[in-house]
């Protein structure tokens, strides 16, 4: 049994956080090809990625008030025998609807993963100290997003698109013995809280009604849309459009995940240096000027691999900079209720970028432009929400603070 604080474990939770980016991102290379495979067009395959987050989404309004009653390791056990289950029933899905349904299935497994390992880490290290953590756990799982849609490609073209399905059902085969008997339960006994649905509702009221917590939850959401704006649009832009091959398409994409690679490693290193609140506003105005270039150019005229890939790289340096710093951000008053904290978060972000997505892919004109805008307006978004809520809210408390100690 490993340490509660040790790399070790930290390097586990990471493992187990990888899931969720594994799921959205090494398909999306045999998206155009799905779609020729099971006879239909691009807004259902597209589809299947806007159900996978609304299940994603859903699913996390559970998790976390359940983990907080009976432990993380439970519900992380369940859910990834359950994500197994559903990445089988896609790889053989005879049908669109079949592989919805699969999806689906996924999501509420798959949720698990990083939605309790994010209350994880706020369990072992406290409000301080996880948002580095939290940094330095996105810098290592950054390399599932970076291989994801390479291995997807390879895997597309030696054995089709089923395979990639398959490899996601080893994935979760693989970690559950590692759940099982390597990790530690990270929650004592003494931070338990009752299921019982007017406890849940209360947390959930409380949360809403927190300056805080909705300030760097809207933030996230909005950063993330953008994010998710390019995950629903970019295969069939970049491979349809654009005219790259699969293979060149999962290089790109490793390109954009080493931009949030190092945005997460400047937000590890500077966290103390800086602290939480600059740390986000240089986040959001970077997403804010990558994802306004793109758009500039998009509604230029100028269709180009460079002109959306380059533009989307500093977009996720920001979004490094600021996604591990804003759920640190949201759970950091709260650790009486991390668990349901950390779901109210996660169903937040993934409830908008499912319709943002979804919005991606009926408005999709064939060309760059519809993503570009969406990522741009993410970008901006995510900039007025901080500067809306989260700055007054820091402020409000650093001067309650100070009367305090006066």
Known sequence: MLRLKSPATVVTLAALTALGPLATDMYLPAMPAMAAALDTGPDQVQLTLSLYMAGFAAAQLFC???????????????????????????????SIEWLLAGRFLQAL??????????????????????????SYMASTMSLAP????????????????????????????VML????????????????????????????????GQRTFMGYTLTNSAAFSGLFAYLSGSSFVLIEFLGVSPFQYGLFFSLIVAGFFIGTLLSGRYSHRLGRERLVALGTLVCALGGSLMATLALSGVFAAWAVVGPHIVFMIGIGILMPQTMSGALAP????????????????????????????????????????????????????????????????ARKAQRQEG
């Not at 990083?114 to 409000?127: E, F, H, K, M, S």
């Not at 901006?380 to 820091?394: D, F, I, K, Q, T």
Request: glycine share 12%; with cysteine; aromatic share 8%.
């Open 64 to 94: 976390g008030p359940f983990s907080d009653r009976f432990g993380r390791k439970p519900v992380m056990i369940f859910g990834f025998s359950l994500f197994l289950v559903a990445s089988l029933l896609c790889a053989f899905a005879p």
């Open 146 to 173: 970076a291989l994801a849609p390479i291995v997807g490609a390879g895997l597309l073209l030696f054995f089709g698109w089923p395979s990639v399905f398959v490899l996601l059902a080893l994935y979760a085969a």
């Open 177 to 208: 013995p590692l759940l099982i008997l390597a990790l530690p339960e990270p929650l004592p006994l003494d931070r338990r809280q009752s299921i019982h649905p007017a406890a849940i509702l209360a947390n959930f009221r409380m949360l809403l």
């Open 334 to 397: 709260n650790p009486h209720c991390a668990g349901a904290a950390s779901s109210l978060f996660g169903f937040l972000q993934m409830s908008i970028a499912a319709l943002v997505g979804g919005a991606v892919a009926q408005l999709h004109d064939g060309t760059s432009r519809t993503m570009a805008i969406v990522v741009a307006l993410g970008g901006l978004l995510a900039m007025a929400s901080y500067l809306g809520l989260v700055r007054p809210a820091e402020r409000a408390m």
């Open 109 to 134: 497994g798959g949720a698990t993963g990083p939605v309790l390992g994010r209350a994880a880490v706020r369990d072992i290290y406290g409000p301080l100290e996880a948002g580095r953590i939290l």
